[in-house]
């Protein structure tokens, strides 16, 4: 199973929106609502910010949200915070047999 | 509180064996599907293997098959992570984790494994 594509960066200024893009194929991302998004600051243990595409966990800010066309996820983060400045991850479920697959990470930047 | 706490990393020769554990605590752990996540140093996040609620499924990373075996016991509340013939792309944090396939909605701190002579 391939890692899902990620862009190694992106950044924005507080107060603007960032939105990271998760391409896979039909076998993963286009093939089931399973998309999940994750945050890592350096030296953390990775959190999880969206499942199922764009259901937020309790506790998860408004401003994180994620939607789905075709084989390509995103995860959109509005009113850019200095503390969303990590890695972010997303990864899909890939079939009844298979473990998942996540992708190549993307860092934020809040310039 | 909902809890995972890993155990068992530490440094060994190429060839070598490892048992990771992980105590599980603040929620019904045999009612959770498990897994464990890996990081190697400066990388992505990469799945490394998985096991169904009452330890009827398991599935594997192509990387370490053969080589780890997954486990749990759940009146222990406890998930295991036997590793052996390691190698030095074994070498990563490994993350106990709540959930499989499509979602993980708890992380460990992790275990740092080094896989060095």
């Known amino acids: 199973q391939s890692a899902l594509t990620q862009p190694p960066s992106a950044s924005g200024s507080p107060g603007q929106s960032v939105t990271i893009s998760c391409t896979g194929t039909?076998?993963?991302?286009?093939?089931?609502?399973?998309v999940s998004w994750y945050q890592q600051h350096p030296g953390k243990a990775p959190k999880l910010m969206i499942y199922?595409?764009?259901k937020r966990p309790s506790g998860v800010p408004d401003r994180f949200s994620g939607s789905k066309s075709g084989n390509t996820a995103s995860l959109t983060v509005s009113g850019l915070q200095t503390e969303d400045e990590a890695d972010y991850y997303c990864?899909?479920?890939?079939?009844?047999?298979?473990?998942?697959?996540f992708g190549t990470g993307t860092k934020v930047t809040v310039l | 509180e909902v809890q995972l706490v890993e155990s068992g990393g530490g440094l060994v020769q190429p060839g070598g064996s490892l048992r990771l554990s992980c105590a599980a605590s603040?929620?019904?752990?045999?009612?959770?599907?498990m897994s464990w996540v890996r990081q190697a140093p400066g990388k992505g996040l990469e799945w490394v293997a998985n096991i169904k609620e009452d330890g009827s499924e398991r599935y594997y990373v192509d990387s370490v098959k053969g080589r780890v075996t997954i486990s749990r016991d759940n009146a222990k509340n406890s998930l295991y992570l036997q590793m052996n013939s390691l190698r030095a792309e074994d070498t990563a944090v490994y993350y106990c984790?709540?959930?499989?396939?499509?979602?993980?909605?708890?992380w460990g701190e992790g275990t740092t494994v080094t896989v060095s002579s």
């Open positions: 990864s899909s479920y890939a079939g009844s047999n298979n473990l998942g697959v």
């Open positions: 984790t709540r959930g499989g396939r499509r979602y993980v909605d708890v």
């Open positions: 603040g929620f019904t752990f045999k009612n959770h599907y």
């Open positions: 199922e595409v764009s």
């Open positions: 039909s076998s993963d991302v286009g093939g089931y609502n399973y």
